[in-house]
């Protein structure tokens, strides 16, 4: 092996583990060849969590850590050029995939509050690979199950007034029914519809852990899912299909993968593309995102509360007893309206005029 692809499989670090030991081997040609194989070959491979499975199976091969104390652990990890571990998004799924192999994790130390909440879970967390110098880190301790359950900034009892509107996510909220607000712009939709999670009973540890682990493979925070808050997304009526219900090379979750057990908001519902609310039916009907791709399928589990919100009409003031300057034809009206249909002309879902909220209120 030349000294220049040595140097890119993973000689990070190497200098706080053994003063470049590996790197003075392979330069000596102590090493003629160094094989990774990142089996099995079919699954496509991504991301930069494999920088310390690789770094520290060179290091067993080479004799440099103790081969037997890396048996059978599973590690994921992304190395600094400094020989720092650094978290990669996923860490999660994989303590939990690790669990169900009955594997210990060897990990960034970062991640311990994370992967705390995986219960059963042997965690090695390391802050830099000179850790590994005499075999696994020590087991980190990991704090006990739940973080500190939390509900969240915005609350529905905050809201004066607009008693239709809470009416109707009361109904939804205690019979798991989608809604469709109609109102003015204005007039508090959005607001309404942003604590509709706070009415909601707190996920409890196992649905917190499953949409914890979809919140850390899409990279985004996955600590307020572990502290019970039911997530709550409200991606703009731009969003690409790929975006909303998941997609892409490699694939990702969408956005109804990331309301899963919590609340998907489009609001100006009529906006949206006509595909990308027919992509909605399936996790609507079957509550999961199922993507074939070349190398296989991946399905993302996606079952929300979903509420949308809309205009009654094109200016947006149709039938507003406070404000009469709608102009908009009738014919105009009822082709607006008509846009929103397929899966979210929903017989179980609930329609509601939102009302512009009243003086003093707090929309
Ligand atoms: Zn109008």
Request: glycine content about 12%; overall charge positive.
């Amino acid at each position: 092996m030349s000294g220049g692809s040595a140097s890119a499989l993973g000689i990070n670090g190497l200098g706080r583990i053994g003063k470049l030991t590996l790197w003075h081997h392979v330069a000596r040609g102590h090493y003629p060849r160094i094989v990774v194989n990142l089996a099995p070959a079919t699954v496509r491979k991504h991301g930069t969590g494999f920088d310390l499975p690789i770094a520290l199976s060179i290091l067993a091969a080479t004799s440099q850590v103790p081969r037997t104390a890396l048996a059978g652990a599973a590690a994921v990890g992304e190395l600094a050029l400094d020989g720092r571990v650094l978290p990669v998004a996923g860490t999660l799924a994989h303590a939990v995939g690790a669990v169900r192999r009955g594997a210990p994790l060897v990990g960034p130390s970062e991640c311990r509050d994370a992967v705390g909440s995986v219960s059963g879970l042997a965690f090695h967390g390391a802050s830099a690979l000179s850790e590994f110098r005499h075999g696994l880190p020590a087991l980190t301790p990991t704090p006990s199950a739940s973080l500190m359950r939390d509900r969240g900034t915005v609350d529905m009892q905050e809201v004066a007034g607009q008693a239709a509107g809470k009416r109707v996510l009361e109904i939804s909220a205690v019979g798991e029914l989608n809604v469709l607000l109609v109102g003015p712009p204005g007039g508090g939709k959005t607001m309404l519809a942003r604590r509709l999670p706070s009415i909601l009973p707190l996920l409890d540890p196992c649905e917190a852990l499953e949409t914890a682990v979809i919140h850390s493979v899409a990279g985004l925070d996955e600590r307020r899912a572990l502290s019970g808050q039911r997530p709550f997304r409200a991606p703009h009526h731009t969003t690409s299909t790929a975006g909303l219900v998941g997609g892409g090379t490699p694939p990702r979750p969408g956005e109804a993968s990331l309301a899963h057990n919590g609340v998907l908001f489009l609001d100006e519902l009529a906006e949206f593309g006509p595909a990308a609310l027919q992509a909605l039916r399936q996790p609507i009907e079957d509550g999961e995102v199922r993507l074939v791709r070349a190398e296989g399928r991946v399905t993302y589990p996606a079952r929300f509360t979903l509420v949308t919100a809309m205009n009654p009409c094109p200016c947006g003031f149709f039938g507003d007893s406070e404000r009469d300057t709608c102009r908009c034809p009738e014919s105009l009206v009822a082709r607006y309206r008509a846009r929103v249909g397929g899966p979210l002309r929903d017989p179980a879902a609930s329609a509601a005029s939102a009302p512009r909220s009243r003086r003093g209120g707090s929309a």
